[in-house]
């Protein structure tokens, strides 16, 4: 009988089938992805909104991924981000901006570049025009300048400078009124005062919102926001403003970060934006109480980056996980007919399994924090359009808990995704640092979130910092406002008091429980902190590592409390395969990354830890196992997006790294660009023929005469 080997591959033996792998795997999914995604991104309507816009994005030429795109150099790149932001401005002539914030939060994931091109403009030039500037001044600059819509103005950011990031208050550029003129003077006193960092400022826009000290008559009011034309309508540089590119950077090539210096250059009184502090014609200021909430303009980033950190674990743990069932390496036993599936293997598998129970959490916290923010921005404009004082005092409430929820997630979840990047990227071993992977382009674009809109250690200290005042405050008998998001630590007494809450292994295995314990060791954390403060003298310096640990602690409290009251929701078989989940989320992100704090602080006993670390996360490995590639498919990431070959949708994870690497590189075109510099050592002539005989026997005989 013969054997028929025919396929679309020459083969002299039977090939590897990671295909009908995937196949298998796909089959054991005993829930409806669709259904999960909907859990995932907390609704039907928004589920459905945004495969929606995967499948334009998918299909839209200009927009959708492409491997060659691994290759591009920095002026390719950012022609590429140029020719993308045209398309997208396509997008947002139709979509309004809640809808385009929704794609845009899409495209970032595999163009960070384009994302931050274009959030500069809408989110960090339009949110500080609209969060600083009066109804008049944001109609104006948005609207009729059309800044609002990508068109004829294009803003940047100017607040970093060359010697001032974290610390805005600490910004040295300088806007002099002058009473003469009635206009502002605008200058960059000395080099730390550069405006440094700017995206978009290099080559692409038109004006800036300038972080610059207000002076008055002679008196520093502090660090306003006025916005500063930068080039004329033929796009050149006006006199008084110089600009240059601040070079090479880790990632994000296509974005034109540039420096500005401002040589005592004018705007009119009106650029500077109004709403919080006012300047007349006579040179009185006006400091309005509400001055605070200036900075919640500052939010939407932060806010923003959460979920980016959401949907790029995403995307790498199903590039992880589907090529951990596909790839094959060594036989558990001789006999076996093949070899065993990575994803087989215990370590592979705690490797692995972890980050995508995480990823389902973040999901859901960052779900929350988004209409959260969504929320209390529409009810500030509401209240200050009334001039409601209970509204406003209401407002103030929330956008404090928004500080610290946005910076605690903000930066735990950028600082776990940067991790996570690498750590999967090491799962995939050799392919997964091959560009095409998909893994090195993103880690390198990714890890800048760790440092700005806010550095990460930063937004933590002062986040933890409100946590100890809060406990403080509590303790001493004023409780907090309901509304607050952190009103659980009015309990803050009774938890410091509390016996041991994870007391068994049953314990741990109760998401409810650890949410318990997790409240009650901030608690204890931050009560103990702030005896140090008081015994330091008030340093709080001394204490930044326990403030930065209570915002990580803080972040997790919040994803896990979130996925607690969300899991009821769901609905069959979801619900067993989430309970896993949310337990091993509790046990690999929070239980066994601090369990000297939980120890120590009598909130669990050894037995527990040990049982979490020897055991229960393992467990938990086999039962969700069977379920990985179902569970990744719930993302809904389509390939194009995902734009790695070894993670796309049929696992057939060989051919596609062949094919696709053929595709980039012709193998009929083995000759490379500099090959002339290859044969030149290959074919370099012999040592003496190259010293023209002259160390030869007849050179010696001649000379020697």
Not at 309 to 324: G, H, K, W
Not at 331 to 352: C, F, G, M, V
Not at 641 to 648: C, E
Request: glycine share 8%; with cysteine.
């Amino acid at each position: 009988m013969t054997k028929n080997r025919v396929t679309n591959l020459v083969s002299s033996c039977p090939e590897p089938t990671p295909q009908e792998q995937m196949r298998v795997e796909r089959s054991h999914t005993d829930f409806d992805p669709l259904a999960m995604n909907e859990w995932l991104e907390g609704s039907e309507e928004k589920s459905q909104e945004i495969l929606t816009m995967y499948q334009q994005l998918d299909r839209d030429p200009i927009l959708q991924g492409n491997p060659a795109h691994y290759d591009n150099g920095t002026h390719q790149d950012r022609e590429l981000v140029a020719a993308r932001i045209h398309q997208m401005a396509k997008y947002l002539e139709t979509d309004g901006l809640v809808k385009f914030w929704r794609r845009l939060n899409l495209v970032t994931i595999w163009d960070p570049s384009l994302g931050i091109r274009i959030s500069v403009n809408l989110a960090l030039f339009g949110n500080c025009v609209k969060g600083n500037g009066t109804p008049s001044q944001v109609n104006y600059w948005m609207n009729y300048k059309e800044a609002g819509t990508l068109k004829q103005l294009y803003g940047c950011f100017g607040m970093t400078e060359l010697g001032h990031g974290s610390n805005v208050a600490g910004c040295e550029t300088t806007a002099t009124f002058d009473e003469a003129t009635d206009e502002f003077i605008i200058n960059t006193p000395n080099i730390s005062a550069t405006k440094w960092w700017i995206g978009g400022a290099a080559h692409s826009a038109t004006h800036t919102v300038c972080y610059a000290r207000l002076i008055v008559k002679g008196k520093d009011y502090g660090v306003k926001t006025f916005v500063v034309p930068l080039r004329d309508s033929n796009h050149e540089l006006l006199p008084g403003i110089a600009i240059g590119d601040i070079g090479a950077k880790m990632g994000r090539s296509g974005v034109d970060n540039g420096w500005i210096q401002f040589s005592d250059f004018r705007i009119p009184r009106f650029n500077m934006l109004q709403k919080w502090c006012r300047v007349d014609r006579d040179g009185t200021v006006t400091l309005p109480p509400l001055e605070q909430l200036s900075y919640i303009s500052l939010l939407g980033g932060r806010v923003g980056m959460a979920t980016d950190s959401y949907r790029i674990l995403a995307r790498f743990t199903t590039v992880a996980l589907r090529y951990a069932i596909g790839r094959r390496q060594f036989k558990k036993n001789p006999k076996d007919s093949q070899e065993t599936a990575l994803i087989d293997y215990p370590l592979h598998q705690r490797r692995t399994i972890p980050w995508l129970a995480l990823t389902y959490a973040s999901a859901v916290g960052t779900n929350r924090l988004e209409q959260t923010h969504a929320r209390i921005l529409k009810e500030l404009d509401v209240a200050v359009a009334k001039d409601d004082k209970k509204l406003i005092h209401q407002s103030i409430l929330d956008t404090k808990s928004l500080f610290v929820d946005s910076g605690s997630l903000k930066s735990t979840l950028t600082w776990l995704a940067a991790e996570g990047i690498d750590q999967l990227r090491q799962t995939c071993g050799g392919q997964g640092y091959s560009s095409y992977s998909g893994f090195g382009k993103a880690y390198n674009d990714w890890v800048v979130q760790c440092t700005w809109e806010g550095d990460n250690n930063v937004l933590a200290m002062s986040a933890g910092k409100t946590i100890v005042n809060n406990v403080k405050q509590v303790l001493k008998g004023k409780l907090l406002d309901e509304r607050m998001s952190l009103a659980w630590l009015n309990d803050a007494k009774a938890l410091i008091d509390a016996k041991p809450v994870l007391a068994t292994k049953a314990d741990a295995l109760d998401p409810a429980k650890v949410l318990k314990a997790l409240q009650t060791l901030i608690v204890k954390i931050a009560y103990t902190t702030g005896l140090r403060v008081e015994a330091n003298g008030g340093d709080w310096d001394k204490l930044s590592f326990p403030r930065v640990k209570l915002s990580k602690l803080r972040c997790h409290q919040y994803c896990l409390e979130t996925f607690v009251t969300d899991l009821p929701k769901a609905q069959g078989a979801m619900k067993q395969h989430l309970l896993r989940l949310a337990q091993q989320y509790c046990a690999s992100s929070i239980l066994l990354p601090f369990a000297t704090d939980f120890v120590i602080n009598k909130v669990t006993v050894d037995e527990v830890i040990g049982a979490i670390d020897g055991e229960i996360i393992e467990d938990l490995d086999a039962l969700i196992r069977p379920y990985v590639i179902g569970l990744t498919d719930s993302f809904q990431m389509p390939d194009n997006l995902i734009n790695s070959f070894i993670g796309k949708y049929d696992g057939n994870i060989y051919e596609n790294i062949h094919n696709g690497t053929k595709a980039l590189y012709s193998p009929f075109n083995s000759q490379a660009p500099y090959n002339a510099a290859l044969t030149a050592f290959l074919n370099r002539a012999p040592r003496d023929e190259r010293l023209r005989f002259e160390r030869g026997d007849y050179a010696k005989e001649q000379l020697s005469k």
